[in-house]
C-alpha cells in the first residue's frame, strides 16, 4: 500500500509542476566598495552569468546569492558610473559560503568590462571542522576508478574506515539522497567518477542536517544538465603484469580483455524546445577479470576418496577442463539521466534516476581447485527522486523532496535452488587436512531487498549578512524483505535438491517496516572576526519488531511457528535522542584559522543485527554460515553513539601553499556487541546487544600547493590510536567458541583498522590542455594482528604488527585538437612498482607469504595439492600492478 501511494505521489508532484531540487548547494558573498574612497557602494547588481541568480549590494555594501549548485562560475558587478567588473573561476562548494570582495572605479565613459581571474583562498575562514572537497575536474586529472578511493586518500581514513570508526558509520549520499543499504549499513550504490560534479568528505564533527552516521559523511553531487551540448567518451583496456608469478597464477597470461571499461557522459538542451528541457545522461561498464584465478581441475560434481593410508591408492575423481578460472572479478553497469525542466524560479523541475548492477565473485581459498562450487554474488540498486523548490525571495527557498532507493542482494552457486547440479554436502568432506576441495558446492541462497522511500523538507533562510538559519524535517519508511535457506540433499530427499520447511532453522523469512523522523534547526553566523556553525538535532526510531525475553528459554520455540506468545516476547520500544552540535571558527590573522568543534552522533545499528535469525532457532549441531543458526537478533538495541570533539589551525604560508594541523578525540559507546547464553546446557549461542566501547585520538598535518609554476601538490600525515574492547560485534561469541574459551575483553586493545602512521601524497604536474602526469601514493605503518601458532594464541589481542605498505599510482594524459574536438590518449599504471603490500597474514610468522606450518612435521593433506600449494595465499596481498591504456573524446 505504502509503494503505491508513494508512486501516486510522484505522479501528483510531476504533474502540478512542481520544481525539483536532489542535492546541496552553496553561497557566494562579499562586500564591494568604492576602489579610491574604501566607500561602500549601494545598489551595485551582481548577476551570476548564465543564470537567473543574482543580488544587490545593501547600504553597507554588502550582498550575497544562496541556493548555488557547485560549480565553477562568473560574477558580474556593475553600477552607473562605475567600470563594470566580470570575476571569472569562481568556485562554488556545498555548503560553504565563497567569498568575492570587489573594489569598482568610477569611470566617466564606457569601457570594456574589466575581467579579473579569482583564486580560491588556501584558508577557509567558515570551515568549523574537518572536511575535504574534490571537484569532478580534479578527480579527471588523478588515477582514480571510483568514489571509495576518493575517500581513502582522506587524512585519518583507512580502507573507508573513518578516524577509527568501523565501516558502517559513515553515510554516503548522491545528491543528497542517502544510498546506504538500511540492511547492512554500507553503502550500496555509488555514483561514477565521470558523472560527478564534486566529493565532499566530512571526517570531523558535522552539522545537525546530517544523521544516522557515526564517524563522517561522504557527498557525491553529480553534474546538472547543461545550457549547451557538451559530453564525453572514453575507453580503456588493460591487464595486471607481475613478476611474482609464484604468488599470482596465471599471471602471465596477458589479454586486453581481462580489464576493460566503456564510459560517457552527453549533456545540454532537447532540440526543439532548449529554452524549456535540458538532460543529462552517463553511463559506464567495467568488466574487471581479477589478479586471483583458481585452476578447473574439479567440478562440483566430482567424488575423491583419499581414506587410502597410501597415496597410491587414492582416487581422484577430477573431470574439469583445467582452464584457469577468475575467482574475484567483478562487473558493473551503471546508467544515470538527469531531466531538467525551465519553470518558474531557481532551478525548476529535474527527475533524476541512478541505476547500478554489479556482479562479482569474493576469493575462497578452499575452492581453489573447484572454482564452479563457490558463490557469485549480485548488488542492483536503483535510485529515483523528485521534488518540489519554493523561492520565497532571494534570501529564502524550501525544498521538498522525495525519493525512493531500492537494492537487492543475491548470493548463490546456481540461481534455480532445484538444480540438478547442487551436490550433496559430503563432497565438501572428500578431503582432510590443508587440502582444497575436490568437489562440492555451497548450498545456501541468501537474498534480501531493501526499499526505503524518504520525505524531505528543508527550509534556508538568510536572516541578513550575519544569520543563515537552515531547519528541515525527514520521513523514512523501510521495507525489509529478508530470506535465506539451505538446499537439502540427503536420504530423506532422495539426494535430489529440496527445500527446507519454512520457519525451521535453515529457512529463514521475514518482513518488516519499520520508519524513522528526524527534525533538526542550525544557525550558520558568519561575522568578520569569527563563524560559528551550531545546530541541534532530534531522531526518531519505531524499530516494527519484538524480541525473546528470555533467551535462555530459548528451547520452549522449537516447536512452535510464529508468531510466538507474548508470554515469551516483548514488543520493542521507541528509540529518540538528541544531538546538539556546534563548530567555531576564529580568523587569527587574514592568513590564518583556528577550529573548534563538538558534538553527539547517533546511529542505529544495521537492521540485519535487529531482525536476524527472526524464528530463534538455534540447531545443537552442524556448520552454519556466520549469519545463520548460532546468533539472535534483538529489535529493541539502542542506537550507537559518538562524541566527537576536533581542534584545528589553517594557515596560508604562502600564496599557493596552505597548512593545516587537526587534533580529534572520540568517545564512542552503545556499539554493537554480543553476549553469550547456553541452549541446554551445552550449546553456545549470542544475542546482539549494545555492549561494545571504544575510544579514538588522532593528530593530522597536511600541506596543499595549488595549481601554479606547473604543478600541484597536496600531502597529508595522520598519527591515529583506535582502541576498542573489539573489532566485530561478533568477537564475543567467537571467543567463547574457542577451546579453551577466551574471555571477552573488558580492557581497550588496538582495533584491526588501528594504522597508527599514514602518508598520503598526489602530485599533478604539466600544462593542461597539453600533457599532464599525476601521482598518487601511501605510506602506511602495518595493521595489527593477534600471534598464535595452530590456531592457538601466543600473544595478547593486536598486540603485534604487519608489515608496513607502500603504493604508488601514476596517471599520464596527452591532449590533442582534430576536427575542432579535444582528444586524449592516456595511461594509468596502479601499483607502479609492483609493491607486494600484505594485507593479511600468518599469525605465526606475521608474513603472508611464510608460515611455520610448512617446517612443522605433519601429515600431508588428504587432496590434490601440496602443502606448499595450500599455504601459498594471493588473497594476502594487495593487488599486483595494473596497466591500461585508453582514448578518450571530449567536445
Not at 587414492?314 to 519553470?343: E, F
Not at 523538507?457 to 549578512?465: A, G, H
Not at 598526489?762 to 601458532?789: K, M
Request: aromatic residues 14%; proline residues 5%; charged residues 20%.
Amino acid at each position: 500500500m505504502f509503494t503505491k501511494f508513494f508512486q501516486c505521489l510522484l505522479i501528483f508532484c510531476y504533474l502540478t509542476s512542481i520544481a525539483l531540487y536532489a542535492g546541496t548547494t552553496g553561497k557566494i558573498a562579499g562586500k564591494i566598495k568604492d576602489k579610491v574612497t574604501g566607500e561602500p557602494l549601494i545598489g551595485v547588481n551582481v548577476i551570476l552569468v548564465g543564470t537567473q541568480m543574482g543580488a544587490a549590494s545593501n547600504i553597507d555594501g554588502e550582498y550575497f546569492i544562496i541556493n548555488i549548485p557547485p560549480g565553477t562560475y562568473e560574477l558580474r558587478f556593475s553600477l552607473i558610473g562605475y567600470s563594470t567588473q566580470l570575476i571569472q573561476n569562481v568556485r562554488v562548494s556545498v555548503d560553504q559560503t565563497t567569498k568575492v570582495d570587489v573594489d569598482l572605479s568610477e569611470q566617466a565613459v564606457e569601457i570594456e568590462d574589466i575581467i579579473v581571474s579569482a583564486e580560491r583562498p588556501i584558508v577557509r575562514k567558515d570551515l568549523t571542522s574537518t572536511e575535504a572537497k574534490i571537484s569532478g575536474e580534479d578527480i579527471s586529472m588523478l588515477p582514480i576508478e571510483d568514489v571509495q578511493s576518493i575517500v581513502n586518500l582522506q587524512a585519518g581514513v583507512v580502507d573507508g574506515h573513518f578516524r577509527g570508526g568501523r565501516a558502517n558509520e559513515v553515510k554516503y549520499l548522491i545528491d543528497g539522497v542517502a544510498v546506504n543499504n538500511a540492511f547492512t549499513g554500507n553503502f550500496s550504490l555509488q555514483a561514477e567518477v565521470n558523472s560527478i560534479e564534486e566529493v565532499q568528505v566530512l571526517t570531523g564533527t558535522f552539522n545537525a542536517e546530517y544523521g544516522e552516521a557515526l564517524s563522517g559523511i561522504v557527498n557525491q553531487v553529480t553534474k546538472i544538465a547543461s545550457d549547451r551540448y557538451e559530453g564525453d567518451f572514453s575507453f580503456y583496456s588493460g591487464d595486471y603484469l607481475s613478476s611474482r608469478k609464484n604468488v599470482y597464477t596465471n599471471i602471465n597470461n596477458i589479454s586486453p580483455k581481462d580489464v576493460y571499461n566503456v564510459q560517457g557522459f552527453l549533456s545540454g538542451p532537447i532540440p526543439g524546445v532548449e529554452n524549456f528541457l535540458k538532460f543529462f545522461i552517463s553511463g559506464r561498464y567495467n568488466y574487471n577479470d581479477g589478479f586471483v584465478y583458481g585452476r578447473r581441475m574439479f567440478n562440483p560434481s566430482d567424488s575423491s576418496d583419499f581414506s587410502a593410508n597410501d597415496p597410491n591408492e587414492w582416487y581422484i575423481g577430477a573431470t574439469g577442463d583445467d582452464k584457469y578460472v577468475p575467482m574475484n572479478y567483478s562487473k558493473r553497469l551503471t546508467l544515470q539521466g538527469k531531466l531538467a525542466l525551465n519553470v518558474g524560479l531557481g532551478r525548476g523541475i529535474v527527475l533524476s534516476g541512478l541505476y547500478q548492477d554489479i556482479e562479482y565473485k569474493d576469493y575462497n581459498h578452499r575452492f581453489k581447485l573447484n572454482p564452479n562450487g563457490n558463490y557469485t554474488k549480485f548488488n542492483n540498486s536503483f535510485l529515483g527522486s523528485i521534488g518540489y523548490t519554493h523561492v520565497f525571495s532571494n534570501a529564502a527557498f524550501i525544498d521538498f523532496i522525495g525519493s525512493g532507493f531500492i537494492n537487492k542482494y543475491k548470493q548463490y552457486v546456481f540461481e534455480n535452488p532445484l538444480d540438478p547440479r547442487y551436490v550433496k554436502p559430503e563432497r565438501m568432506r572428500d578431503v582432510s587436512g590443508n587440502a582444497f576441495l575436490t568437489g562440492g558446492t555451497e548450498n545456501w541462497h541468501f537474498n534480501h531487498t531493501t526499499s526505503t522511500y524518504t520525505f524531505k523538507s528543508d527550509l534556508t533562510w538568510q536572516l541578513n549578512q550575519i544569520h543563515q538559519i537552515k531547519t528541515g524535517i525527514e520521513y523514512k519508511f523501510h521495507d525489509i524483505q529478508y530470506e535465506n535457506f539451505q538446499i537439502m540433499l540427503d536420504p530423506t530427499t532422495g539426494y535430489q535438491p529440496t527445500l527446507p520447511t519454512p520457519g525451521a532453522f535453515n529457512y529463514n523469512t521475514y518482513q518488516a517496516n519499520p520508519y524513522q523522523f528526524a527534525y533538526y534547526i542550525q544557525d550558520k553566523i558568519e561575522l568578520d572576526y569569527l563563524i560559528v556553525n551550531v545546530g541541534l538535532r532530534f531522531d526518531f526510531f519505531e524499530p516494527d519488531g519484538k524480541y525473546l525475553k528470555d533467551p535462555n528459554r530459548i528451547s520452549l520455540l522449537d516447536e512452535m511457528l510464529p508468531p510466538f506468545p507474548d508470554s515469551l516476547m516483548e514488543k520493542s520500544k521507541s528509540k529518540y535522542q538528541i544531538s546538539p552540535r556546534i563548530g567555531i571558527s576564529y580568523p587569527i590573522t587574514e592568513r590564518g584559522a583556528i577550529h573548534l568543534s563538538y558534538g553527539h552522533f547517533f546511529q542505529i545499528p544495521p537492521f540485519e543485527n535487529l531482525y536476524r535469525n527472526p524464528n530463534f532457532r538455534i540447531p545443537l549441531t552442524g556448520d552454519f554460515p556466520e549469519n545463520v543458526g548460532n546468533t539472535i537478533g534483538n529489535s529493541d538495541l539502542e542506537a550507537q553513539q559518538t562524541i566527537m570533539y576536533e581542534i584545528g589551525l589553517q594557515q596560508e604560508l604562502t600564496k599557493d601553499i596552505g597548512f593545516t594541523l587537526t587534533g580529534y578525540y572520540k568517545d564512542i559507546r552503545n556499539l554493537l556487541g554480543t553476549e553469550i547464553h547456553i541452549k541446554q546446557e551445552f550449546k553456545k549461542f549470542s544475542k546482539l546487544i549494545n555492549r561494545d566501547y571504544g575510544a579514538v585520538k588522532g593528530l593530522t598535518v597536511s600541506f596543499n600547493k595549488r595549481f601554479s609554476g606547473g604543478f600541484s601538490a597536496n600531502m597529508d600525515y595522520t598519527y591515529q590510536i583506535a582502541k576498542g574492547n573489539a573489532s566485530d560485534p561478533n568477537d564475543a561469541f567467537y571467543k567463547a567458541q574457542a577451546n579453551p574459551p577466551i574471555e571477552a575483553n573488558k580492557q581497550l586493545v588496538p582495533l584491526n583498522w588501528d594504522r597508527r602512521h599514514s602518508l598520503n601524497f598526489t602530485l599533478t604536474a604539466g600544462t593542461p590542455g597539453d600533457l599532464i602526469a599525476s601521482f598518487i601514493g601511501r605510506l602506511g605503518s602495518g595493521l595489527p594482528y593477534t600471534p598464535s601458532i595452530q590456531n592457538q594464541r601466543t600473544g595478547l589481542e593486536n598486540s603485534d604488527s604487519k608489515p608496513g605498505i607502500f603504493n604508488v599510482d601514476m596517471y599520464i594524459t596527452k591532449y590533442l585538437k582534430l576536427f575542432g574536438k579535444q582528444f586524449s590518449v592516456f595511461a594509468k599504471v596502479y601499483n607502479l612498482f609492483d609493491t607486494a603490500n600484505e594485507q593479511d597474514v600468518f599469525g605465526d610468522t606475521g608474513r603472508a607469504g611464510y608460515t611455520l606450518e610448512l617446517t612443522r612435521a605433519q601429515e600431508a593433506p588428504r587432496g590434490a595439492n601440496t602443502i606448499e600449494e595450500y599455504f601459498t595465499r594471493p588473497d594476502f596481498f594487495s593487488s599486483p600492478r595494473q596497466i591500461i591504456i585508453g582514448a578518450s573524446v571530449s567536445f
